[in-house]
């Protein structure tokens, strides 16, 4: 088999009711009866969306236990971002047993989104959350493809993104980066997270513009860059040190207009909320 072969055969096929769901959201007024009977056909995405519009986030005065209601009040865009990324997940769990690798990733969508708050950035939440979610999703794919990828990767000495891609390419010929990407595009994801997915082993020059990529790839990597680094502090995210992520903190803070002293009063105060 041929490394292209072996890189399509990584992607897992859309689900039928996401194909459905993808259709019916491309029509400009979405039917939101034939949205929510599908919806209800399936218990985990019928509980995602109720669980999220009734979250203390949006505040409601009286619990919602409709889902028509919930599309109502989430809008038609948010609904579809939740259930392709609960449905990613779900499928993505099914490769085996990686527990640190979803608390990693959760760790690092949760800071994500405390420092969005924190730093009033211009920036979906939805694209933050799915893009800290998401943003190693084709490990998994790799693990469950090469009985040695977990070796592999302990050859890396540290987890650099770019020596990352490099010692994946020369063992497989393409890296989970590509592999990533390539899911999200083809699982309707918008294109500027799968590029941001696909460019993490290019950071430096995306921040630095060298890379030309929409302006929500640039912003949305520099702030996974600065969560990975809170990360790195507070439960060691995967075998990145502090030390390895300064150079690329610092294009960070350049990118997102801010400076060491503010964020570094941030970060300490993320850590210490975090234990």
């Known amino acids: 088999m041929t490394n292209v072969d072996n890189f399509r055969s990584l992607i897992p096929p859309q689900p039928e009711i996401l194909l459905k769901l993808a259709e019916l959201f491309r029509h400009k007024d979405p039917d939101l009866k034939k949205i929510s009977a599908l919806i209800k056909q399936d218990v985990a995405l019928y509980a995602i969306i109720l669980k999220t519009i009734n979250s203390p986030f949006y505040g409601l005065k009286a619990p919602v236990t409709s889902v028509e209601h919930a599309i109502n009040l989430l809008g038609t865009g948010q609904v579809f ?104 595009e083809r699982w309707f994801l918008p294109q500027y997270i799968a590029d941001s997915i696909r460019h993490q082993p290019q950071l430096e020059e995306v921040l630095s513009d060298r890379i030309k990529v929409d302006e929500r790839t640039r912003d949305l990597l520099a702030l996974l860059t600065l969560a990975q680094d809170i990360s790195a502090e507070f439960r060691y995210y995967w075998r990145i040190q502090p030390s390895d992520l300064a150079p690329r903190v610092n294009l960070a803070l350049a990118c997102l207009a801010l400076t060491d002293y503010d964020y570094l009063n941030i970060k300490e105060s993320l850590i210490d909320a975090l234990n």
Request: with cysteine; charged share 25%.
């Open 81 to 184: 971002n939740l259930v392709r990324l609960t449905i990613m997940r779900n499928t993505l769990k099914k490769t085996g047993r990686m527990e640190r690798f979803w608390d990693t990733a959760k760790d690092v969508s949760d800071l994500s989104l405390r420092l969005h708050t924190r730093m009033n950035l211009k920036l979906s939440r939805d694209d933050i959350h799915t893009l800290g979610m998401l943003h190693d999703c084709g490990l998994p794919l790799m693990v469950q493809a090469f009985p040695d990828f977990r070796d592999t990767l302990r050859k890396a000495p540290c987890y650099n993104a770019r020596e990352m891609e490099i010692l994946q390419q020369q063992v497989y010929g393409f890296s989970h980066y590509q592999v990533g990407s390539r899911m999200a």
